[in-house]
């Protein structure tokens, strides 16, 4: 069982649609929940952090963390074509100092 | 400017050569690291530092090794480079207050292809 599952998609929404991403891991005592933005060839760009239960909104931008079924989501509200990238889920077990355990990622497309 | 910057950003060489892979940031950051990254094996990483005198191999550092010459400055060097770690190259940063909530930071990147 891989430590951070992603599907690999691609998923595609229509333009102004909700897209929903979702991350499973498998270490019950990881605290920290990151979602990166990777365009192709480019660096990955934070998009959100989340470190409790429940959901954390910013703009069009909300991340859901369950800790008891291991699942950690983001939900991008009115897609735009400029949200297609590559979406990163980490995650920072406990005890691991500041390392980052990375998913494959999901590709997102928006189509207009 | 960028914040973490790294050099070179893309990179040909031939198998056998040594090749470092230089990064630099002023985040004021303590903690940097250097990821790989495959297409659908994502990013994995192989050194960290979270200070100048601290070094740790990450889950892929053979092959590889790390400097640490300042806060602000982390290299990766490949002693004698082979054709499957031509990789897209990350360096990263995060600060060290509150622990383990704090992000990383990614650099743009360093293609490198190893004939």
């Known amino acids: 069982q891989k430590e951070v599952e992603q599907n690999s998609g691609p998923l595609s929404v229509p333009e102004g649609a909700i897209a929903s991403l979702n991350c499973t891991y498998s270490d019950r005592g990881s605290q920290s929940f990151f979602w990166y933005r990777q365009y192709s060839g480019k660096s990955p760009e934070l998009i959100m952090s989340i470190y409790s239960n429940g959901d954390k909104e910013d703009g069009r931008f909300t991340a859901q963390l369950n800790k008891a079924s291991q699942y950690v989501s983001l939900l991008i509200r009115d897609s735009q074509p400029s949200d297609s990238a590559t979406y990163l889920c980490?995650?920072?077990?406990?005890?691991?100092?500041?390392?980052?355990?990375f998913g494959t990622g999901t590709q997102l497309k928006v189509e207009l | 400017d960028a914040d973490v910057t790294q050099t070179p950003r893309n990179r040909i060489t031939k198998t056998g050569k040594r090749i470092m892979l230089e990064c630099s940031q002023t985040?004021?950051?303590?903690?940097m690291y250097w990821y790989r990254q495959d297409p659908g094996l994502g990013l994995r990483l192989i050194y960290y530092?979270?200070?100048?005198?601290?070094?740790n191999k990450g889950e892929i550092s053979d092959g590889y090794s790390v400097s640490r010459q300042a806060q602000a400055k982390f290299s990766l060097s490949l002693e004698s480079a082979i054709p499957n770690q031509t990789a897209l190259y990350f360096c990263a940063t995060s600060g060290a207050g509150t622990g383990e909530r704090q992000p990383q930071h990614f650099g743009d990147g360093t293609r490198l292809s190893i004939l």
């Open positions: 980490a995650v920072n077990r406990a005890g691991g100092g500041n390392k980052l355990t």
């Open positions: 985040k004021g950051h303590d903690r």
């Open positions: 530092s979270f200070d100048v005198k601290d070094i």
